[in-house]
Each structure stands twice: as C-alpha cells, then as structure tokens.
C-alpha cells in the first residue's frame, strides 16, 4: 500500500500570504495526485487532480505542482476562507485504489 | 447536475451490521466509479472502497476486505455500502463520492454511523 505522508500537520500563515503545503509519497504515484479542501462538518471539496488541474470553480490563487513522490500545493495569497484542513490523496490505475495523506490544518496566523 | 444523496444517520451495536445507501440522482449512473469513504471524529479520510457498476466488481481496501461490502441497484441508481462486526472504531461519517481521473469531484453529505452499546 502506499503512504502518503503530508507536512507540516499544522501551518501558521497570516492573511494575503503565501501557503505551501506539500505531500510525500512512499512510492512513485505518476501524476494521479488530487488534494482536497475540508472545513468543518462539511464534506471535502476536490481542489486539484492529476497533479496541476484546477478542479471547476477554483480559484486561481490554488495551484499545484511536484512528479514521482514529491507534491506541493500552493495557495498564493490567502483568503480568509481558505484557513481550513487539506489533504492529499492518490490513485493507482486498476483496480483503482486510493490512500489520502493525514492532512493539514492551515490556520490564521 | 448529478447529486449524490446519502441515507440518514444511524445507531448500532457492536458485533452488528449497517447499510448505508447513496443514490445518485440527475444524471447517468453507470461508466464512472463511486467510493466510500470515512472520516472518524477528528480524524482524517479513509477510502474504504468502490465500484464502477458498468463493471460490476467492486474493489476494497485491504483493511476492510471480509468486513465491508459494496453493491449497487442500477434500476435505482443506488449504491450500498455494508460494514460487518462493528466496532466503537468503526463510528465515523460515512461519504460517499463520485471518482473521475482518479479524484473525487462529487460527495454525498455524509451518513454518521454510532457503534455504541
């Protein structure tokens, strides 16, 4: 099975700043590398797939980058409802089968 | 625009069983994967499963094989999430979720499940 393992598990990062927030795979997992976004008693919310594609209706300010085992996602200047948690997530082809990272919270610093 | 709607929470007891149930409504149903995936209190995401009903077989996680059982009614565009031999581990929201390119693009509102005695 493949672990995905997310740092840091808490980032401090004041409003209008910049967020980076990466993902390690314990294997390579080609480009099937999504991260989601959760708030509080809602369901997550698909932010980006294949590494670097914007899901429908997200902002650009969300960006995402990395190959192989390493993965990055960047929030560019942060919004006040972007504090929330995140995580990672990949898949493997077929069958298809996929583990999340244990994700992080992004607060107000 | 397809919604997927997840039946309402529930109360079991250890050793018992639960059926959770996520009908997709308002678009086709068949050719794409649906999942099920739990998130206990305070914790983080876990994939427990999935089926893609045009082919039929579901696959599970490897943590759940022989306790959980996915199926599906396509004349109701329902799919069916079973977990057996619950534990107070096993309470949680239960998600369901529609998979394309390898990512969850749709979810259900989540059905809470409680193993208490």
């Known amino acids: 099975e493949i672990v995905m393992t997310q740092s840091p598990a808490t980032l401090s990062v004041s409003p209008g700043e910049r967020a980076t927030l990466s993902c390690r795979a314990s294997?390579?997992?080609?480009?099937?590398l999504a991260w989601y976004q959760q708030k509080p008693g809602q369901a997550p919310r698909l932010l980006i797939y294949?590494?670097?594609t914007r899901a429908t209706g997200i902002p650009a300010r969300f960006s995402g980058s990395g190959s192989g085992t390493e993965f990055t996602l960047t929030i560019s200047s942060l919004q006040s409802e972007d504090f929330a948690v995140y995580y990672c997530?990949?898949?493997?082809?077929?069958?298809?089968?996929?583990?999340f990272g244990q994700g992080t919270k992004l607060e107000i610093k | 625009q397809v919604q997927l709607v997840q039946s309402g929470s529930e109360v079991k007891k250890p050793g018992s069983s639960v059926k959770v149930a996520c009908k997709a409504s308002?678009?086709?149903?068949?050719?794409?994967?649906l999942v099920w995936v739990r998130q206990a209190p305070g914790q983080g995401l876990e994939w427990l499963g999935g089926v893609t009903p045009v082919f039929g077989s579901p696959n599970y996680a490897q943590k759940f094989q022989g306790r959980v059982s996915i199926t599906t009614d396509e004349s109701t565009t329902t799919t069916y999430m079973e977990l057996s031999s619950l534990t107070s581990e096993d309470t949680a929201v239960y998600y369901c979720a529609k998979a394309v390119w390898g990512a969850f693009n749709l979810w259900g509102q989540g059905t809470m499940l409680t193993v208490s005695s």
């Open positions: 308002g678009g086709t149903f068949s050719g794409y994967t």
């Open positions: 997530q990949q898949s493997n082809n077929w069958p298809p089968m996929y583990t």
């Open positions: 294949g590494v670097s």
């Open positions: 294997q390579s997992v080609k480009n099937n």
